[in-house]
């Protein structure tokens, strides 16, 4: 069913909730507001606008079985305020869909996005990865507030290795490869929705690399979904293992690669993201 406007949700429901909410407009598009809670350091945090996006596509009647696959195109900056969602299904078949998503602000496309739905059956299933052995969430400290912005706060974070190691641009790190256990705080049960917004709750590669920090904003994101809505609740809110790392940097640009673990070593979804960087 189609959610209120932000302004008009009861304090007692969960902020992602409010953050991506959306309401009918009449001329067939959505309209949406930006969330103090997940400020960043310009406009929203990246991963709930890319979450309003898909946002867009589950609650359409026509919506066929499961996220597949969502590509965010971070085309400009989120002003902060109202913005107009704008869907369109581009072919459905009996199994699968293909939809398009553009957020708008004045004359503006700001996001523009395309994701594949599909109705999942059983089949032959093996997992080639393996989910890293790292200590329990509940033996590691919470991670305090991080580089003075909103959105960070809103998740339960503890870092089991490679933490936004320091910025005081005394020299490179060896690496960027962080695992972190993280959940929406307060808790919330685990939808698609909240795992395309912690597909992105990792900070920049280039600021786990380096040890300083300089302009940098995402360009694409993609994910891969690797489970049904029927596995992914067994989930419940406890919380996911993420795997990030950079793979390369260079003229401008870097990549990051990811992983989102669920319970019982489950795969949870694939993400790749360009990421662009000044200095």
Partial sequence: MPQPHYETLSPEMHLFDRAIALTPQANGNWEGHTSTDYANMIGPFGGVTAATALQALLIQPERLGDPVALTVNFAGPVRDGAFEVRV?????????????????????????????????????????????????????????????VSWPQCYDMR??????????????????????????????????????????????????????????????????????????????????????????????FSDQVAQVWGAQGRLLATSQQAVWFKE
């Fill in 88 to 148: 369109r299904m581009m072919r459905s078949s009996r199994t699968t869909q293909h939809w398009s998503v553009e957020i708008v602000q004045g004359d503006d496309c700001v996001i523009n996005a395309i994701a594949v739905f599909a109705l999942r059956r059983p089949t032959w299933s093996a997992t080639e990865v393996v989910m890293p052995e790292v200590v329990p969430a509940d033996t590691l400290p919470l991670v305090g507030n991080m580089m003075g």
């Fill in 159 to 252: 870092f089991a290795r490679g933490g936004l190691r320091g910025v005081d641009g005394t020299g490179d790190n060896p690496d960027s490869l962080t695992q972190l256990w993280i959940n929406d705080k307060p808790p919330r049960a685990l939808d698609f929705a909240s795992l395309t917004a912690i597909c992105d709750a990792f900070f920049p590669r280039l600021f786990s690399r380096r040890a300083q920090m300089v302009p940098i904003g995402t360009i694409s994101l993609n994910i891969h979904f690797h489970v049904d809505a029927a596995t992914l609740a067994q989930q419940g809110s406890a919380p996911v293992l993420g795997v990030a790392q950079g793979q390369i940097y260079n003229l401008g």
